[in-house]
Antibody
Framework: EVQLVQSGGVVVQPGGSLRLSCAAS????????MHWVRQAPGKSLEWVSV????????YSADSVRGRFTISRDNRKNSLYLQMNSLRAEDTALYYC???????????????WGQGTLVTVSS | EIVLTQSPGTLSLSPGERATLSCRTS???????LAWYQQKPGQAPRLLIY???SRATGIPDRFSGSGSGTDFTLTISRLEPEDFAVYCC?????????FGQGTRLEIK
């Protein structure tokens, strides 16, 4: 059974930093690109970032580029999102998601984590 | 980036009725790389359709997707009580993945 288990929620001050983690099991982690997708309260989904199977290629949404860094550790079957210079508008439920098809390209998401609530507030 | 516009915002129907949800894109989606998800309160999204018209594993055949270019449709042929949820489209034809704003399907 595919499982994506995420770290717990947190409150952080504006301008602060945070690292999210996602532990994968039930599939060959290194064979798939992985993503972060977020959902602000009452809003729709927003794709955040992707990392290819080998960790060498990443791509991010304009809204987070230069502030957030996605990475992975295939030895630990884990995905990460380093979030810096956090703003109030980054408050959201952050999901890690498995790419259904791609390893070096990215497509759509067939499995999702349970979500991590990040609240940016003073 | 490609902007996805879903309509209607809210759709009120009764069980047994047919639901038709629209997703229009600001540019043509390469290879019709469009997916649909269902999301219920407090749950992660669930993949329904990929490649505009292919059903994901385990999805009932009352769900179908169609369309091409900039105009896509999700149809639920006969609504079951568990189908009332929010539906969201996603394009993956460009490097920057984008989602629609969602359609809420509610019980009339």
């Amino acid at each position: 059974e595919v499982q994506l288990v995420q770290s717990g929620g947190v409150v952080v001050q504006p301008g602060g930093s945070l690292r999210l983690s996602c532990a994968a099991s039930g599939f060959t982690f290194r064979d798939h690109a992985m993503h972060w997708v977020r959902q602000a309260p009452g809003k729709s989904l927003e794709w955040v970032s992707v990392v290819t199977w080998d960790g060498f290629t990443t791509y991010s949404a304009d809204s987070v580029r230069g502030r957030f860094t996605i990475s992975r550790d295939n030895r630990k079957n884990s995905l990460y999102l380093q979030m810096n210079s956090l703003r109030a508008e980054d408050t959201a439920l952050y999901y890690c998601a498995k790419d259904a098809l791609g390893s070096s390209n990215w497509y759509y998401f067939d499995y999702w984590g349970q979500g991590t609530l990040v609240t940016v507030s003073s | 980036e490609i902007v996805l516009t879903q309509s209607p915002g809210t759709l009120s129907l009764s069980p047994g009725e047919r639901a038709t949800l629209s997703c229009r894109t600001s540019q043509s989606v390469r290879n019709n790389n469009l997916a649909w998800y269902q999301q219920k309160p407090g749950q992660a999204p669930r993949l329904l359709i990929y490649g505009a018209s292919s059903r994901a594993t385990g999805i009932p055949d009352r769900f179908s997707g169609s369309g091409s270019g900039t105009d896509f449709t999700l149809t639920i042929s006969r609504l079951e009580p568990e189908d009332f949820a929010v539906y969201c489209c996603q394009q993956y034809g460009s490097s920057s993945i984008t989602f629609g704003q969602g359609t809420r399907l509610e019980i009339k």
